[in-house]
């Protein structure tokens, strides 16, 4: 029998979570929120598990409104029966009233030995990648009754595991982690899982692949305020920022950005 090739990466929260839940607003100003990071990393996993033969099914769109976990699980179940899923990896960062707090941290249901599997073999890439702490013992179970009782690694019928990938309220973390290099690495541990769980090798993207799945993570401190006005304004998406553009492009966004005038 072969193994399925189909994954879910289901992107923690939505746009409109923070503010007020879900982020933090930085002493120095600005903030961040963590739907943001999450779909910064699902985005970069998604084109490299794609590379890597694999189908990838999103349960939350990046940067879209938040999605009901009900409505994730059920559409994630739905796509199950139709045509089994391999497993499911949701995204997260932590978050803690302690502001030392720090590290990375994986859920399994308790119950489930292949969801057990899957968060061994995450932490195990995480130890070798992510240049930070493990939180506690790393691999954690989830359970009934308990605060750990999480409905994305209950409620799917495939071995999930949920993934906290720093504490977000950790200040020198914050500044560590929420970095284009940090989320690479995050997108590369997710991808390596999934395909030592499959029992297949892994490839690294090239150059070129790589700035196909180039985020909003990317955009320099001093496009940002641009970056912002083309996509709120619909003239650009806002994917590939350091990618070159040709003259079609700026002919379009012209016309699209004649269109936004009084
Ligand atoms: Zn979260």
Redesign the pocket.
């Known amino acids: 029998m072969s193994v399925s090739n189909r994954v879910v990466f289901d992107i ?2 939505g746009s409109n979570t923070f503010p007020p839940n ?1 982020g933090i607003y930085l002493p120095g100003g600005g903030s961040f929120a ?1 739907h943001d990071f ?1 779909a910064a990393v699902a985005i970069k996993a998604k084109r490299l598990a794609e590379y890597n033969g694999f189908e990838v099914l999103l349960s939350q769109q990046p940067y879209q409104k938040d999605v009901p976990l009900s409505s994730r699980t059920s559409y994630i179940n739905v796509e199950h029966k139709k045509n089994p899923i391999l497993c499911c990896l949701s995204f ?4 803690s009233a302690n502001n030392s707090a720090s590290g990375y941290g994986v859920f399994y249901w308790n119950t489930s030995q292949n969801g057990k599997r899957l968060a061994e073999i995450w932490n195990k890439y995480a130890i070798q990648k992510l240049n930070i702490p493990q939180w506690g013992s790393g691999v954690w179970q989830s359970k009934l009754g308990d605060w750990t009782n999480f409905h994305m690694v209950r409620e799917t019928l495939m071995p999930a595991i949920l993934i ?1 990938h720093f504490f977000f309220t950790n200040p020198s973390e914050l500044q560590k982690c929420n970095t284009p290099g940090f989320i690479d690495l995050c997108a590369e541990v997710a991808v390596r899982t999934i395909c030592d769980y499959a029992g297949r090798g892994f490839k690294s993207l090239n150059d070129a692949e790589q700035s196909k799945s180039q985020t909003k993570s990317d955009v320099s401190s001093w496009a940002k305020e641009a970056y912002e006005f083309v996509t709120k304004n619909g003239i650009s998406d806002g994917t590939r920022p350091k990618d070159p553009v040709t003259r079609e492009e700026v002919w379009s966004m012209l016309q699209r950005y004649s269109v936004i005038q009084k």
């Open positions: 923690g929260h879900k963590e999450n997260h960062a932590n978050a906290e």
